[in-house]
């Protein structure tokens, strides 16, 4: 059983933190690209096997999506669970997790992991059920992030969550109708940020495991933000305030 990746960050990244599971790359006949020479000198050092195809059959491979002329063929990683989270925590003094409830879109889902990789996310956990697979459009999203940010699948998240509260992790969620908003909020030290899924927000019974709840100001027409930008915006206010504390 084998997964593709499409994209020149994605199979770079693969190369860089996962070499080992590289099967075979495909790329477009004939394509000059500075960006793509380094990464198939470096891929045939290693004896990667690479086949030259033509455009059609990339396009038929990638199903639609902007492969960049590159496509790769790769064992699939161990799926992370509750064990693996628990090995993370036990090395960190002050874990910033982000927590997505409901996000099933896979673009949203690699946009979120590049902003977690971006904002120095320990790991990005999701429930087992209603939440996107890895796939490889996920991976192009990402950008990379997804060989490098640990995705951990639990089973309860609620429980999950309960766990990490006897962790002394402060669980953050998101409302729109949360009375304190992101820039109001104390948000030092070990912290998880729950996101809910566009339009239904966080399920009924994530919201009520959360210690607090803030809102993200909105100045203009539009009632909310696609769940990646407000995860961006959440993750680095929690970073800045990071910053300036320990400053």
Known sequence: MSEQIYGIHAVKAFLDNAPERLIEVFVLKGREDKRLTPLLNALQRLGIGIQQVNRQTLDNKAKGEVHQGIIARVLPAKELNEQDLDQILATKQNPLLLILDG??????????????????????????????QLTSIARKVACGAAEVVPLIRVTNLARTMR???????????????????????????PIALVMGAEGDGMRRLTREHCDQLVSIPMAGSVS????????????????RQNLAHTQ
């Open 103 to 132: 996000v099933t879109d896979p673009h949203n889902l690699g946009a979120c992991l590049r902003t977690a990789d971006a904002a120095g996310v320990d790991a990005v956990i999701v429930p087992k059920d209603k939440s996107a």
């Open 163 to 189: 766990e990490l509260q006897e962790h002394n992790i402060w669980i953050v969620g998101t409302a729109g109708e949360a009375t304190e908003n992101i820039y109001q909020a104390k948000l030092t030290g």
């Open 224 to 239: 909310s933000l696609n769940v990646s930008v407000a995860t961006g915006v959440c993750l680095f206010e929690i970073v």
